[in-house]
């Protein structure tokens, strides 16, 4: 009686997640630490990270690592409640946003996740990157808070990524994705400097990518 309870309480739970639960959404529903192990040992649930486990019967789906990283960023709250938080929430960067977007070879061996607060961790394979964002900087893939594709390139730049690397990811954007060229300027405006050319030239910065891979700007 005490098994079929519990798995009813984090089938219902995991129902909108991606069969997925964290302990501490377990824990609200009665369900404790104990009973998570014993479920994993009788082979109910598969243990993806610390603290975050997935219902055996559920289809594994793609970048599980990353939705595991991503619960554990605020393990208590359900993704349902959490996608509402938009720009203001945990939101997928960088190499991991790249990998999502499936532009460039940029596949690291963590989840790359932004916050508008700082934040540590002591995880080798979660990275958190304090920034601001705005709505426009954030959208929906896969059910889960991604940075848009320019956000997502000016940040590799940012991350002192090979160039070449870079103009990779943005011509396989650019073939892939509806490109906001303007926007993308003003993303890599703060980076011009840094990178040879005028302070706040997002533009040059650009031609500068787009020679790179070897796009024409107009067509």
Request: aromatic content about 4%; charged content about 30%.
């Amino acid at each position: 009686m005490k098994a079929r309870y519990v798995l009813r309480e984090l089938a219902e739970i995991s129902a909108s997640q991606w069969g997925m639960v964290t302990s501490a959404q377990a824990a609200s529903r009665g369900v404790t630490r104990l009973d998570l192990s014993r479920l994993t040992r009788a082979g109910d649930l598969v243990r993806i990270s610390q603290g975050v486990y997935k219902n055996a019967g559920a289809p594994s789906g793609a970048y599980l690592d990353v939705r595991a990283a991503w619960l554990s960023s605020d393990p208590a709250r359900l993704a349902s409640e959490r996608l509402d938080d938009g720009h203001r929430g945990v939101v997928v960067s960088g190499q991991t946003a790249a990998w999502l977007y499936d532009i460039g070879d940029l596949r690291s061996n963590r989840t790359e996740l932004t916050t508008p607060v700082r934040r540590q961790t002591q995880r080798a394979d979660v990275y958190y990157r304090q920034r601001d964002l705005s709505e426009k900087d954030v959208t929906i893939r896969d059910g889960l808070p991604v940075t848009t594709p320019e956000r997502t390139i000016a940040d590799l730049v940012e991350d002192r990524t090979d160039l070449s690397i870079v103009a990779n990811a943005l011509r396989d954007a650019n073939r892939k994705y509806e490109l906001d060229l303007r926007q993308l300027e003003a993303d890599l405006a703060p980076l011009a400097a840094r990178n040879g050319h005028r302070k706040g030239d997002g533009v040059a910065l650009l031609d500068q990518l787009l020679e790179i891979a070897g796009m024409d700007r107009e067509a």
